[in-house]
């Protein structure tokens, strides 16, 4: 009895070191991959000796240095850098108007600010609780290509504003806006023809603008 006993009592303890152990690693690999998840990968801007030429058009040589996303319906996005500026190029169709917002978080006040450039210019701030209203054409350390004005044209409101589509939408931002060499960004391209609709694009594609754990950490090379 004694015998049968002790031996019940050793394989129980042996079970219930097996199911420990596999508990911790189990949890210990949970941890790992959550660290790993948590921790977004550093993308290393591209340096450049020349600064780009705002004309509209970022397939040029000026931006073959220049890293590149590739976003859906034939959008892109360059980004390069030189010891002085920030330099962005969203790329659409002839038939997109491809505007842009860059939304970067300054590590200095915790604020997010979005600099968007679409028929006109302008920035706004989230200071943790809302975005302010847009501050047009007042450009603080920035500057950027915005959509052309072509005309106008006839609707049943009356005359309308037109706009050139097809061009490119370019951004340079003076690095002495923001610190550091490692900045939190989040992009979103607009105004694509896709699917017989509007349609925006962000990089990271699940990026969303008031949460900057879903940003991507972008860092300008030595």
């Not at 290509?145 to 340079?172: I, T």
């Amino acid at each position: 009895m004694l015998h049968k006993l002790s031996k019940t009592f050793v394989s129980t303890v042996a079970l219930s070191t097996i199911i420990l152990s596999l508990v911790t690693a189990q949890a210990n690999a949970s941890e790992g991959k959550s660290s790993k998840d948590s921790a977004p990968e550093t993308i290393t801007i591209n340096a450049t000796n020349k600064a780009p030429l705002f004309d509209g058009r970022c397939d040029k040589d000026e931006w073959q240095s220049a890293i590149k996303f590739e976003l859906p319906a034939k959008t892109a996005v360059y980004l390069m850098h030189d010891d002085h500026s920030l330099y962005v190029c969203a790329k659409g169709k002839a038939e997109d108007y491809a505007v842009i917002d860059i939304y970067i978080e300054n590590a200095k006040t915790g604020y997010l600010h979005n600099l968007h450039a679409s028929a006109q210019l302008g920035e706004r701030v989230f200071n943790g609780k809302e975005w302010s209203r847009s501050d047009r054409w007042n450009l603080k350390d920035w500057s950027g290509f915005w959509v052309p004005y072509a005309g106008r044209v006839e609707s049943e409101d009356g005359l309308k504003p037109k706009f050139l589509k097809g061009s490119h939408r370019e951004m340079q931002i003076l690095r002495k806006k923001f610190i550091g060499d490692t900045w939190n960004i989040m992009i979103s391209v607009s105004g694509i023809y896709h699917n017989e609709d509007s349609t925006t694009f962000t990089y990271p594609e699940k990026a969303v603008d008031t949460d900057t754990s879903t940003w991507a950490k972008f860092s300008f090379s030595k």
